[in-house]
């Protein structure tokens, strides 16, 4: 890959994370997210190679509909409160979508099954960049909604993506995944 286009792949990736963290308005977050998604598409497909394409798909697919329900979610919560700040998340439809959307996002237990498959069509430096940068973003978007969302729900995904994470791990024989 040229340089200069991975440079400038890395920097929208720094401000799409930047825009989302930084973020009050549903619009500006949902901006962020989309940014970081359209800069790591190129870098998961920077190969060539089939398993890359078909990596870089599903990321690009499972992201697209994580972000039309942030959208949607936000617009239900604007349509009910008359506001779209990011703390002002009251309805209970859309925290509920908006939890749906994030853990589609972080690839929690429920919605995980995309995450291993991206990780083996991608390269170890772009596996690592997705397992822990592009997880900030939706992580902060989580924080600041948390006040609103079901606890209850919140526990029980993390109880089953770290219980079920270790379990599927020790019976993984790919590194990669």
């Known amino acids: 890959m040229n340089p200069q286009a991975k440079l400038i792949f890395i920097f929208s990736l720094l401000l799409g994370?930047?825009?989302t963290i930084s973020s009050n308005h549903w619009a500006m977050a949902w901006t962020g997210l989309e940014i970081n998604t359209l800069a790591v598409?190129?870098?998961?497909?920077?190969?060539?190679h089939?398993?890359?394409?078909e990596a870089a798909t599903k990321y690009f697919l499972v992201q697209t509909a994580a972000s039309t329900l942030v959208l949607f979610s936000s617009m239900t919560s604007a349509w009910h409160t008359g506001q779209w700040d990011i703390t002002q998340l009251t309805h209970p439809t859309s925290s509920l979508i908006l939890t749906a959307a994030i853990s589609m996002k972080l690839g929690l237990v429920p919605f995980h099954f995309w995450f291993p498959?991206?990780?083996?069509g991608s390269s170890l430096t772009t596996g690592l960049l997705l397992s822990t940068a592009m997880k900030f973003p939706p992580i902060?978007?989580?924080y600041m909604t948390s006040s609103s969302l079901n606890p209850t729900l919140l526990t029980t995904m993390a109880i089953l993506s770290?219980?079920?994470?270790?379990?599927?791990?020790?019976n993984q024989?790919?590194?990669?995944k």
């Open 140 to 142: 902060t978007v989580l």
């Open 41 to 48: 598409l190129p870098l998961i497909s920077k190969s060539h």
């Open 173 to 176: 024989t790919q590194t990669r």
């Open 50 to 53: 089939r398993r890359a394409m």
């Open 117 to 120: 498959e991206v990780l083996q």
């Open 162 to 170: 770290t219980a079920l994470g270790g379990w599927m791990g020790l």
């Open 17 to 19: 994370s930047t825009i």
